[in-house]
T-cell receptor, first 113, second 114 residues
Framework: DQQVKQNSPSLSVQEGRISILNCDYT??????FLWYKKYPAEGPTFLIS?????DKNEDGRFTVFLNKSAKHLSLHIVPSQPGDSAVYFC????????????FGKGTTLSVSS | KAGVTQTPRYLIKTRGQQVTLSCSPI?????VSWYQQTPGQGLQFLFE???????NKGNFPGRFSGRQFSNSRSEMNVSTLELGDSALYLC?????????????FGPGTRLTVL
């Protein structure tokens, strides 16, 4: 039973436009959410995170929004660049379960120039 | 500062054999977690070691085990390999001052079981 779901396996966006990646979760006890980016033959790279007590966190071109009532979070990338093309993973942490990251299956973002 | 390193990067084994993978965390990081990535199941948590003790374990059979040394380096062992163990094995390190400390991943070890 998947607790973190990324329902769109892929997303294509033009350079300069906004990319919106979505993530849904089922466990309302999750304390913390993160986004990782992964290029082929590399490990995931941390992008941005948000605590469950916040609804928005921004870091440069990346903004994460959290809607707890809908159990939904999204990552906005503005403006999108070709170098952003990668697989994006949403992950969650349940504090009482330690540091285990629970990942979604990822969304492949392709940014064309 | 050097990142997380994993050795070997690629490994081919046959069913029934055992394998040991190694992970060196970022200097100063005391927590090492291991994850398995497969096309079907995605990224799944295996276990976490902190100060040489296993602190947390995912839902994997006992054939998967690990340990951590006093210098925080960690090894993961899989015994009696099965075809389904073919995967990318990733380790991640963190400071572990809080469970939400950022985890930094290594490049992974690609294990193929024939």
């Amino acid at each position: 039973d998947q607790q973190v779901k990324q329902n769109s396996p892929s997303l294509s966006v033009q350079e300069g436009r906004i990319s919106i990646l979505n993530c849904d979760y089922t466990n309302s006890m999750f304390d913390y959410f993160l986004w990782y980016k992964k290029y082929p033959a590399e490990g995931p790279t941390f992008l941005i995170s948000i605590s469950s007590i916040k609804d928005k966190n921004e870091d440069g071109r990346f903004t994460v929004f959290l809607n707890k009532s809908a159990k939904h979070l999204s990552l906005h990338i503005v403006p999108s660049q070709p170098g952003d093309s990668a697989v994006y993973f949403c992950a969650a942490i349940l504090n009482q379960a330690g540091t285990a990251l629970i990942f979604g299956k990822g969304t492949t973002l392709s940014v064309s120039s | 500062k050097a990142g997380v390193t994993q050795t070997p990067r690629y490994l081919i084994k046959t069913r029934g054999q055992q394998v040991t993978l190694s992970c060196s965390p970022i200097s100063g990081h005391r927590s090492v977690s291991w994850y398995q990535q497969t096309p079907g199941q995605g990224l799944q948590f295996l276990f976490e070691y902190f100060s040489e003790t296993q602190r947390n374990k995912g839902n994997f059979p006992g054939r998967f085990s690990g340990r951590q040394f006093s210098n925080s380096r960690s090894e993961m062992n899989v015994s009696t390999l099965e075809l389904g163990d073919s995967a990318l094995y990733l380790c991640a390190s963190s400071l572990r001052t809080a469970s939400t400390d950022t985890q930094y991943f290594g490049p992974g070890t690609r294990l193929t079981v024939l």
